[in-house]
C-alpha cells in the first residue's frame, strides 16, 4: 500500500455559500445557496476500482423572512435541492461478517418549513 494515497482526502473540495438580505419596512427577506464540490477520492487505503469514489457535489438553498418587531421568522428551505446520488463513502466490515461493505450516501431532497419565535 506504500505510495497509495489517503483514503477519504479528495485533491479539491471547495464550498460557496452567497447570502443576501433585502430590507423592507417591517422585516427582511434572505436568500441564501449553500454549494458544496468534492473531488474523487479514495474509500480504503488499497485502491482498487471497487475502492474509488466519485467526484459529487451538494446545494441547499433557503428563503427567509424576519419581522424585527415580533422576532418572528419563518424560512423555506431545501437540502439536496439537485437531488444527488452520490456515494461519499464505504466501510468493509471484518472476514467474520463475510467482508460485507456499507456504503454512505447522500441524504435525499428534502423540502421543510420552520417557523420561530423569539422572546425579550
Known sequence: ?????????????????????FMTGKGDFTVRADLYYQGPSWARIYQDKIDRLRDWGNVNVSLTWRDIDSDLAVQLYVKNALGGKAITGTFMNSDDTGLTSNVFIQDPRIIGLTVSKGFF
Open 1 to 21: 500500500v506504500g505510495g497509495n494515497e489517503l483514503p477519504n482526502a479528495p485533491h479539491i473540495t471547495a464550498s460557496l455559500s452567497p447570502q443576501y438580505t
